[in-house]
């Protein structure tokens, strides 16, 4: 094959830099999801196994002490199942659909939670859900990326302020501006995102840590489950094992309950604004492993160009070197 025509087949595989990320991020996410469905299948899948045997033998215990018939015992249990997603426990629960439950279920729906304790069942209640969470969800992200301008902006300032005065302090400054350094003082600096990724971090801690404190001897939870409903409520997956503020009655309900909503709401808003810091970091990695592959797979390209040159260009200092071998001869 012609050196020419090596290297119009190499350009021809060359992806634009957007594109090639996106190809390269679907990949890296499609890896993902086997190695995260891997590990949980083999992490869940023993238990799952150990609890259908159980539930297998006292449904054959049951049905043969009582004498009535598995078709019979599964024919009620489905109607349990359907009380239960209408939302009747066996236990006293708040009711689903007074104003404040109502709320409750609006907050879940606008920041995409979506627990699924409490769902619409008739169709008008569907149909207003369709549009209503339409507008609501988002109205919520625009908020949550307003929020997240905003804690870039208050960190800018107070790091800013900082490197100023730790720069002040130093005496490295000359005489004639230490008392107008603010003029001086790069302007449009912003932090790095490594170090808004770490605040966002250590605060949205700080708060799934109070709040799972807060959570363990209200709710009668595990402080570990605590920590796990928080992180799933807050990066709004919202499974739903755990729900927060569904008994009847609290004792001190309605501090409870505000308490609740602030750390729900701040919770998300933390949570969100890093994982939008954490997918710039992600770009950037993206861009580097482009970067190190274009270097790689355009070896063959570099050596092809370096023949063409020779062949059909001059270059640089190749005019000198012909000059200084002239006056040699």
Not at 104 to 127: L, R
Not at 228 to 234: D, L, N, R
Not at 279 to 300: A, D, G, P, T, Y
Request: hydrophobic content about 50%; charged content about 15%.
């Amino acid at each position: 094959m012609m050196p020419a025509q090596r290297l119009q087949g190499c350009r021809s595989l060359h992806l634009n830099e957007d594109n090639g990320r996106f190809v390269l991020l679907a990949l890296l996410i499609v890896v993902y999801l086997l190695c995260g469905a891997a590990v949980f299948s083999a992490i869940e899948r023993p238990s799952e196994l150990r609890a259908h045997g159980r539930w297998n033998g006292t449904l054959l215990n049951f049905s043969e002490t009582f004498n009535i018939s598995l078709q019979e015992l599964n024919s009620f249990l489905r109607e349990y199942e359907a009380a239960i997603a209408a939302g009747i426990r066996a236990d006293a629960l708040r009711p689903r659909w007074d104003f404040t439950g109502a709320f409750y279920f609006v907050g879940t729906v606008v920041s995409t939670i979506g627990f699924g304790m409490t769902t619409p069942v008739t169709v008008s209640g569907k149909v207003f859900l369709i549009f209503y969470g339409l507008l609501g969800c988002a109205a919520t992200i625009l908020f949550f990326n307003l929020f997240l301008e905003r804690i870039i902006t208050l960190l800018a300032v107070v790091m800013k302020a900082v490197r100023e005065r730790r720069i002040r302090n130093s005496g490295l400054l000359p005489p004639g501006i230490r008392h107008d350094f603010s003029a001086y003082s790069l302007p449009g600096w912003k932090p790095s995102v490594y170090h808004v990724m770490l605040i966002l971090g250590l605060s949205a801690l700080t708060i799934s840590c109070c709040a799972s404190a807060m959570y363990t001897p209200v709710e009668g939870w595990a402080y570990l489950d605590s920590l796990y409903f928080c992180f799933v409520s807050f990066s709004t997956i919202g499974f739903g094992d755990f729900v927060s503020s569904q008994s009847a009655a609290y004792e001190y309900q309605s501090l409870y309950r505000v308490a609740n909503f602030l750390f729900m709401l701040m919770g998300v808003c933390c949570i969100y604004s890093l994982f939008n810091v954490i997918s710039i970091v992600i770009k950037q990695v993206l861009n580097w492993m482009l970067e190190k592959m274009s270097c790689l797979f355009c070896q063959r390209c570099n050596k092809a160009g370096a023949f063409l040159g020779r062949r059909n260009a001059i270059r640089p200092g190749s005019k000198g070197r012909q000059a200084r071998l002239g006056a040699a001869a």
